[in-house]
């Protein structure tokens, strides 16, 4: 299990720079956050960071730069979601997606998940 001192990034793909919300920090609410927010943190986007192989998705990069707990199973079965359209799935082998198409006829999609 990923173990990092963050809870939350914030990017843009556009942006040279990523924010990081520390795991104890509380997320600023409204629209609008100042820059000098304590609990915003700016990581340069171009040094090699946990946060920035995560945003990447660089599997080599993540086993490199981030920290990991290891628990002896039973693991529980689980779905988180990262971010709006985002999932990690743990424990999961098949995935079944029921979805309606553009005609309100229903389909369904099996995804047999893999090892990482």
């Known amino acids: 299990m990923l173990a990092t001192h963050f809870k939350t990034i ?12 520390e795991d104890k920090a509380v997320i600023p ?11 915003l943190i700016y990581v340069d986007r171009a040094k090699l960071t946990c946060a920035r ?10 086993k490199a730069l981030c ?6 199973s039973p693991f529980p079965r689980g ?4 971010y709006f359209n985002t999932f990690l799935f743990s424990n999961i082998s098949t995935l079944s997606l029921h979805c ?3 005609k309100f006829n229903e389909t369904t999609k099996v995804v047999h998940l893999t090892d990482v």
């Open 79 to 82: 779905v988180i979601r990262l």
């Open 53 to 62: 192989a995560l945003v990447e998705g660089h599997l080599s990069e993540i």
């Open 29 to 39: 609410q409204g629209s609008v956050w100042r820059a000098a927010e304590p609990a």
């Open 100 to 102: 309606l198409s553009q």
């Open 67 to 72: 920290r990991f707990n290891v628990h002896r």
């Open 10 to 21: 914030g990017f843009s793909r556009d942006s040279e720079y990523l924010i990081q919300i």
